[in-house]
Nanobody
Framework: QVQLVESGGGLGQAGDSLRLSCAASGRTFSMSAMCWVRQAPGKEREFVGAMYWNGPGRDYGDSVKERFTISRDNAKSTKYLQMNSLVHEETADYYC?????????????????WGKGTQVTVSS
């Protein structure tokens, strides 16, 4: 089992930056990738970005490219989502997820473990 805990959400204004954290514990040695998704009230879940657990590959949703960056601190078993130039429409609950090895799967799919989310509110 793997446990994920998000933090760093809060209230910001349009144009602000926020950094979310995803602290992982448990059998993290078996994980191969992680992702961030978000879900705004009344809307479907949206892919934000993903990375391999230890490798260099990244994938970002079209709406956040050039503004959001995923990174890691292996010593802290923590992944980060740096969000810049936030807009009101990005108000949502943000979740991180992790998965074990998947042969041939997109970084966007097929996650096993999920955190409970952290809320981000961006005022206009």
């Amino acid at each position: 089992q793997v446990q994920l805990v998000e933090s760093g959400g809060g209230l910001g204004q349009a144009g602000d930056s926020l950094r979310l954290s995803c602290a992982a514990s448990g059998r993290t040695f078996s994980m191969s990738a992680m992702c961030w998704v978000r879900q705004a009230p009344g809307k479907e879940r949206e892919f934000v970005g993903a990375m391999y657990w230890n490798g260099p590959g990244r994938d970002y949703g079209d709406s956040v490219k050039e503004r959001f960056t995923i990174s890691r601190d292996n010593a802290k078993s923590t992944k980060y989502l740096q969000m810049n130039s936030l807009v009101h429409e990005e108000t949502a609950d943000y979740y991180c997820a992790a998965r074990g090895l998947r042969i041939g799967s997109s970084l966007r799919d097929d996650y096993d473990y999920w955190g409970k989310g952290t809320q981000v509110t961006v005022s206009s």
